[in-house]
Every structure is written in C-alpha cells, then in structure tokens.
C-alpha cells in the first residue's frame, strides 16, 4: 500500500499547526478561571517562561482532538492524518524545552 500526499493532509497539517495557537489564549483563560489567578499573570509566565510555555501549548494541542474526532466521524481520514502530523511537529520543541532547557 502507497501512502501519497495530498491537498486533505496539507489542509488537515495547516489546521493541526495553527488551531492550537488560536486555542492557546482559551487554555490560558480556562487556568486562570479554575486556579483563581488573573488572565494577565498567566499570559505572562506564558511569554516569559520557556517550561510553562511548553505546558500550555501541551494542553492546547489537546483542543486538536475536537478535529480529530470531527474528521474521522465524517470519514475524511487524509484530514485526520494531517491533523496527526501538524500536532507530531509539536514534540520535539515540548521536549527540547522539558528537557534540555
């Protein structure tokens, strides 16, 4: 079996690397609501500190299972394989950041 790449995994890899970017300042806002801290204090340790920006794109890559999900429901698997490899690009700046820094 072949594997090609097509315009559905482009598409699905463009959503996969922005989407948690979009989603990152409703991670930030959802943490400051449940630990009772200020949305601008958390924005700040975000922007500042290399390790906490590492946890919370962490936690908005998970926001990248509603496509995901949405993609293998309506059986466009080529999206759901670009959503796949657009969060992989991820890893290896959280794991650089977790442990080498």
């Not at 097509?6 to 690397?17: C, E, K, P, R, W």
């Not at 990152?24 to 200020?38: A, D």
């Not at 958390?42 to 922007?47: A, I």
Request: hydrophobic residues 55%; charged residues 10%.
């Amino acid at each position: 079996m072949k594997f090609r790449w097509t315009v559905s995994h482009t598409i699905g890899l463009i959503i996969g690397i922005i989407f948690p970017f979009l989603a990152l300042p409703l991670v930030v806002f959802l943490l400051s609501q449940f630990e009772n801290l200020s949305f601008d204090y958390l924005w700040e340790q975000f922007l500042n500190l290399a390790v906490v920006k590492s946890k919370y794109i962490s936690l908005s890559l998970i926001f990248n299972l509603l496509f995901f999900y949405f993609f293998l429901n309506k059986e466009k698997y080529d999206l759901a394989k670009g959503i796949i490899a657009g969060t992989i690009l991820y890893f290896p700046y959280i794991l650089y950041v977790n442990f080498l820094i």
